[in-house]
């Protein structure tokens, strides 16, 4: 069955960055794309982007482009998400999500990866 | 604010039927299929409907989606206290080039 675990729980200082991994099983990881949303307390979904698992292309939304790098590592089945310059604001629950057959199509989702951004 | 637009929250009794609405624009629910989400609170989100009304399978029939112009709808029959969660729309902002979600609705089953 298809499963993505996320990596644990994180506490970083504003300024730091923050690199959470997604391993995936039970599908061809190549197949099919590795979104990254996260989710502030209380607060809706919010999509930071993609990676195509097969051709490493990447798409970021620009609400956090320059600050997060999307990668994967295909023999190890792991997708990553890198956010830097961290703020308090970025605080949040952080899910990878795989997409098929459609762009806004999450059909698995991570556990959930808790980052939390204090002083 | 959200580039989709729904009702903050819904509610209704246990055995009734409840819609939720998600607004957009031509640029996302006008011209790319939406997804809706159910989401408990502590977990995450799980897919219920996809390109506008398919239900991936293990989704009850009480769960249906429908689409008209830049509107979509998740409608919920026989309504039970375990619906109770928030529920999220989404779908491909062809002008942000992003995928887009509504602010969430909360349900709750009086």
């Known amino acids: 069955q298809v499963q993505l675990v996320q990596s644990g729980a994180e506490v970083k200082r504003p300024g730091a960055s923050v690199k959470v991994s997604c391993k995936a099983s039970?599908?061809?990881?190549?197949?099919?794309?590795m979104h990254w949303v996260r989710q502030a307390p209380g607060q809706r979904l919010e999509w930071m982007g993609w990676i195509n698992a097969g051709t490493g292309k990447v798409k970021y939304s620009e609400v956090y482009q320059g600050r997060v790098t999307i990668t994967r590592d295909t023999p190890a089945n792991t997708a990553y998400m890198e956010l830097s310059s961290l703020r308090s604001e970025d605080t949040a629950v952080y899910y990878c999500?795989?997409?098929?057959?459609?762009?806004?199509?999450?059909?698995?989702w991570g556990q959930g990866t808790r980052v939390a951004v204090s002083s | 604010q959200s580039v989709l637009t729904q009702p903050p929250s819904v509610s209704a009794a246990p055995g009734q039927k409840v819609t939720i609405s998600c607004s957009g624009s031509?640029?996302?629910?006008?011209?790319?299929?939406i997804s809706w989400y159910q989401q408990f609170p502590g977990t995450a989100p799980k897919l219920l409907v996809y390109?506008?009304?398919k239900r991936p399978s293990g989704i009850p029939d009480r769960f249906s989606g429908s689409k008209s112009g830049t509107s979509a709808t998740l409608g919920i029959t026989g309504l039970q206290t375990g619906d109770e969660a928030d529920y999220y729309c989404?779908?491909?902002?062809?002008?942000?080039?992003?995928?887009?979600f509504g602010g969430g609705t909360k349900l709750t089953v009086l």
């Open positions: 989404a779908t491909w902002d062809d002008s942000l080039r992003d995928v887009v």
């Open positions: 039970g599908y061809t990881f190549t197949s099919a794309a």
């Open positions: 999500a795989r997409a098929m057959g459609g762009p806004a199509r999450f059909d698995y």
């Open positions: 031509s640029s996302n629910i006008g011209n790319n299929y």
């Open positions: 390109d506008n009304n």
